[in-house]
């Protein structure tokens, strides 16, 4: 059977975390409790020989999880590398050190039936810490996203929530590997949103987002510039004056923080 989703998970140095992410992976079923057909495709970015070893369980020769090999280039160049792989219609993202709930994909693909025209599909979450324990007040509600307006305000889209037709994606271009400042995504969900694709938003917790001081967007300088960077990148299209102005505001308000 053909899958129905591609998930994608880039890993670099991710063995601590990366066979909960995959396990949480392999454990989605649909409305009668059976496995939704999928593949998951890690792209290991330069690791050591230890996140190999934590991978093995899940290698055979017709299994669900292939692994596509590259030297270190970051996130971006990996989620590119383990999409050119995909196969099914729909992409969906899961950074190495998160989990997803088992009826996640359920619940998206349920979405995608009552929106057809839906090209990112995505949810809620919690955060854990690095034990996996869920911290209080951890609730990751983002929102819904009915244009670029929203997304200029804010990242509105979480990654490891996020499914994405992936003809929607490739259109786009996929990630920007030259965006290094770990918003890669958030320049992707702008330029979808700018093309004018539809964003749809599952009200439910279905992630876990862990949070550990080595994670990207512990460093919060860093993250505005890869947000500055990517609204940047937006000003260069065909956008409204009122977009434009809402980017320039905005522009100013990263530069402009402590």
């Keep these: 059977m053909l899958p129905i989703a591609s998930v994608i998970v880039p890993a670099w140095n991710s063995e601590r975390w990366l066979r909960e992410a995959v396990e949480s992976a392999l454990a989605q079923t649909d409305e009668a409790g059976r496995p939704i057909p999928l593949e998951v495709i890690v792209c290991d970015d330069g690791s050591s020989v230890r996140q190999q070893l934590a991978l093995e369980p899940f290698l055979a020769p017709d299994g669900p999880v292939r692994v596509v090999l590259q030297s270190h280039r970051g996130q971006a160049a ?76 804010e990242n509105r889209v979480p990654l490891s929530s996020a499914m994405v037709r992936a003809s929607a994606f490739r259109e786009a271009g996929g990630f920007d590997e030259v965006n290094v400042w770990g918003a890669d995504d958030y320049e992707l969900w702008l330029a979808l949103a700018d093309a004018g694709r539809r964003f749809v938003f599952v009200p439910q917790p279905l992630v876990e987002y862990r949070i550990h001081a080595d994670q990207a967007s512990a460093d919060a300088k860093r993250m505005r510039s890869g947000a500055a960077y990517a609204l940047t990148r937006t000003l260069l299209r065909g956008i409204s004056p009122a977009e434009r102005k809402a980017i320039v ?5 990263l530069v402009n923080a402590p």
């Design 78 to 153: 990996a989620r590119n590398a383990a999409c050119r792989y995909a196969v099914a219609p729909w992409l969906a993202f899961l950074d190495a050190d998160d989990r997803w709930f088992p009826g996640k994909l359920r619940a998206q693909f349920a979405a995608a039936i009552v929106h057809p025209d839906a090209d990112v599909i995505y949810t809620g979450g919690v955060c854990i810490d690095e034990a996996g324990v869920r911290a209080e007040n951890s609730m990751v509600w983002p929102g819904p996203v009915s244009g670029l307006s929203d997304l200029v305000a």
């Design 249 to 253: 505001s905005r522009l100013a308000e």
